[in-house]
């Protein structure tokens, strides 16, 4: 059973930050989940809101800010907006990373930076998936790459996004995961996809879970796992 941190490991460290997917692979992750958005001009940065309202000391929409902008404003006093090749830096291939597309335009500049790295640093296709509730952007994912490991994301529709996952050839699902059962985790495992719920932290949760055998569990505190 994978143990990927979420947003690197957001129950220790400012969500989505270099320190974040640090602390993530010092607990022992076999991957990180993270999100990405697209800067004003056309940079991969990570973060999961379309605005840095909520996570860092100023306003503002995140396509419509500056790279330059954007690295320059702080997460609890001390931490910064990272660039996705940052993080895929400082992973170094010890991970594998579930990038979540969020932010319109992304599937094309992601599919680029993981071409880049795949081609000129010795990563491998099994260093990344991809994953999104825009369903859409899995298809552009896939139309550039069929080669890319898609997974697809669902908060309210398991069977809808088996059809779709069948459709794409995804690897796994997401679901959110009070949708699970041990019955539906076990067809989607039959169908030969894996089953990533999501966000999966208190202990008599995290038992449950676990109980109908997912292939992991993306979480906070992914220790608890």
Same mark, same amino acid.
């Given at each position: 059973?994978?143990?990927?941190?979420?947003?690197?490991?957001?129950?220790?460290?400012?969500? !989505?930050?270099? $320190?974040?997917? $640090?602390?993530?692979?010092?607990?022992?992750? /076999?991957?990180?989940?993270?999100?990405?958005?697209?800067?004003?001009?056309?940079?991969?940065?990570?973060?999961?809101?379309?605005?840095?309202?909520?996570?860092?000391?100023?306003?503002?929409?995140?396509?419509?800010?500056?790279?330059?902008?954007?690295?320059?404003?702080?997460?609890?006093?001390?931490?910064?907006?990272?660039?996705?090749?940052?993080?895929?830096?400082?992973?170094?291939?010890?991970?594998?990373?579930?990038?979540?597309?969020?932010?319109?335009?992304?599937?094309?500049?992601?599919?680029?930076?993981?071409?880049?790295?795949?081609?000129?640093? !010795?990563? /491998?296709?099994?260093? #990344?998936?991809? &994953?999104?509730?825009?369903?859409? $952007?899995?298809?552009?994912?896939?139309?550039?790459?069929?080669?890319?490991?898609?997974?697809?994301?669902?908060?309210?529709?398991?069977?809808?996004?088996?059809?779709? $996952?069948? #459709?794409?050839?995804?690897? &796994?699902?997401?679901?959110?995961?009070?949708?699970?059962?041990?019955?539906?985790?076990?067809?989607?495992?039959?169908?030969?996809?894996?089953?990533?719920?999501?966000?999966?932290?208190?202990?008599?949760?995290?038992?449950?879970?676990?109980?109908?055998?997912? &292939?992991?569990?993306?979480?906070? #505190?992914?220790?608890?796992?």
């Amino acid at each position: 059973m994978l143990k990927i941190g979420h947003r690197g490991a957001k129950g220790h460290e400012p969500e !989505n930050t270099l $320190a974040s997917i $640090a602390k993530a692979i010092q607990l022992g992750v /076999d991957a990180v989940e993270l999100d990405v958005h697209l800067s004003a001009d056309g940079q991969i940065v990570v973060i999961h809101d379309e605005t840095v309202n909520r996570t860092t000391h100023r306003e503002g929409i995140v396509n419509q800010m500056s790279w330059t902008e954007l690295k320059n404003l702080r997460i609890d006093g001390e931490h910064t907006i990272p660039l996705l090749s940052e993080v895929f830096d400082l992973v170094n291939r010890r991970i594998f990373i579930n990038v979540e597309l969020k932010g319109e335009g992304t599937a094309q500049p992601v599919v680029g930076l993981i071409q880049k790295y795949i081609n000129n640093n !010795n990563w /491998d296709y099994s260093h #990344f998936l991809v &994953s999104s509730f825009d369903w859409n $952007a899995l298809q552009e994912v896939h139309r550039l790459d069929p080669k890319v490991a898609l997974g697809v994301l669902t908060l309210t529709d398991i069977e809808l996004a088996v059809g779709f $996952a069948e #459709f794409i050839h995804a690897r &796994s699902i997401h679901p959110y995961f009070h949708l699970l059962t041990r019955e539906n985790t076990t067809q989607m495992q039959r169908k030969g996809f894996e089953v990533f719920p999501w966000t999966v932290n208190e202990p008599e949760d995290l038992e449950k879970i676990k109980s109908f055998h997912v &292939s992991g569990i993306i979480s906070d #505190f992914p220790e608890r796992i």
